[in-house]
């Protein structure tokens, strides 16, 4: 092979390393621990455990296994350090898969299928997001993806600071955007 050409793909082949090795730009990425936490299989037990650690609730991530949109907030959003942080401080996380077999005991102690318990929620795609209270009762249910992770956080700022029964989202956050975009 020519000596030109030889270099040229060692180039080629060395440049996505020089390029990110001078990015001094932060990885806030975390590839564990797992933004969910272990499910316990009890609704009851999850309330009981944000009473004890003084939590503002439970959050319900609906989902399926072939939801891409799911897959993209998993690979986007909830592996960001200050999602992770934001929520861990505040809540319990769980994800339930509406395609599955499993069953769980509910809020009222019933065992149930997961499909089911997500009807109950008015769950009809995914991704959907439940924000519970300590008694159970949904505050908030968010339908659809969220790609951007600050927004994310500002989806768990709208529920901890009680605004969900001041303003609709929207409006939280156009309110949030004016306050980073002011001078």
Same mark, same amino acid.
């Given at each position: ?8 793909? !060692?180039? !080629? ?54 939801? +891409?949109?799911?897959? +993209? ?14 929520? +861990? ?63 994310? !956080? ?22 949030? +955007? ?6």
């Amino acid at each position: 092979m020519n000596a030109k050409l030889s270099a040229f793909i !060692i180039f !080629i082949l060395l440049l996505p390393l020089w390029v990110t090795a001078g990015s001094s730009a932060p990885n806030n990425k975390v590839t564990e621990p797992s933004f969910f936490h272990s499910f316990s299989g009890s609704i009851v037990s999850e309330l009981d455990q944000i009473k004890e650690q003084t939590k503002t609730g439970v959050v319900l991530f609906f989902s399926t296994q072939h939801c +891409r949109f799911c897959k +993209r907030m998993k690979a986007t959003v909830f592996n960001q350090r200050s999602v992770q942080e934001y929520y +861990r401080q505040h809540f319990r996380i769980l994800e339930l898969d509406i395609e599955s077999d499993t069953t769980l005991v509910d809020e009222l102690a019933q065992t149930t299928p997961y499909l089911d318990y997500a009807k109950r929620h008015r769950v009809r795609l995914t991704p959907t997001i439940v924000f519970l209270n300590h008694a159970g009762e949904t505050v908030y249910r968010h339908v659809g993806m969220i790609a951007d992770p600050q927004e994310f !956080i500002w989806l768990a700022e709208y529920v901890v600071s009680n605004q969900t029964r001041k303003q609709n989202f929207t409006n939280f956050k156009i309110n949030k +955007r004016q306050q980073v975009t002011a001078p």
